[in-house]
């Protein structure tokens, strides 16, 4: 099964998260300006219309020079932090993975998010893979770009086809999939079993017979 993470198996948005927890934590107040500058950028172009994917590309330019030991040390950092508080999981998508899991299934983590974050999601998960957007690194630092294209949208229907390739013997039709925003779609409608996390009428629009799961609460 493919899980979207932001919104659909986590409450919140990581991305956001883990920008403010690395750059204050890191830089104090000059790293807390940093990310809500970042943030405000990011803010604007969906506002006026931008796709999703231009904003990713935006956030990973955040982080053009900083070491990526350093970052995924971070991650591990915030993991730690945040899965301890009530409400990390979103409780309907925490328990149908653990189905999945029960049944045999392998669960697959597709994020826009970054390694540094999702890595510990998905070892605390049971994941078997993450596909999701990459930092360009050269010689350890990270240089603001993405290696290929960002892990949303249309980048996931690729990413979770590219998945099933390596594996002939899975059919897609068998596959369920669980997203929540209307990002999450040609991811969605690439598998045979659509969930619609949190009932977004877009999504329900265009995928009407999708099971629907509750989103947010404390797990």
């Known amino acids: 099964m493919f899980s979207d993470v932001d919104e659909t198996l986590l409450n919140g948005k990581s991305l956001f998260d883990f920008l403010d927890f690395y750059f204050t934590g890191r830089y104090g107040a000059d790293g807390a300006r940093h990310a809500a500058g970042t943030r405000r950028r990011i803010g604007a172009l969906v506002a006026a219309g931008s796709p999703r ?3 990713n590309r935006v956030y990973y330019e955040a982080w053009r020079g900083e070491r990526l030991d350093a970052v995924t040390d971070w991650g591990t950092r915030w993991f730690a932090r945040r899965s301890g508080m009530p409400g990390f999981y979103v409780p309907a998508v925490r328990a149908a993975l653990r189905e999945h899991q029960n049944a045999g299934d392998h669960v697959v983590l597709v994020s826009g998010s970054l390694p540094a974050v999702l890595d510990p999601v998905a070892v605390d998960a049971g994941a078997r893979h993450v596909l999701c957007t990459r930092p360009e690194v050269r010689d350890g630092v990270l240089t603001g770009a993405v290696v290929g294209e960002p892990c949303i949208g249309e980048g996931k229907r690729r990413a979770v086809r590219g998945l099933a ?6 059919s897609l039709s068998d596959c369920y999939g669980y997203g929540d925003h209307s990002s999450d779609l040609p991811m969605l409608t690439e598998v045979g079993h659509p969930v619609v996390v949190g009932g977004s009428p877009e ?7 999708a099971r629907v799961l509750p989103g947010g609460g404390p797990v």
């Open 203 to 209: 999504l329900l629009a265009r995928i009407p017979d």
């Open 53 to 55: 994917e231009v904003g």
């Open 165 to 170: 390739e390596r594996y002939p013997g899975i």
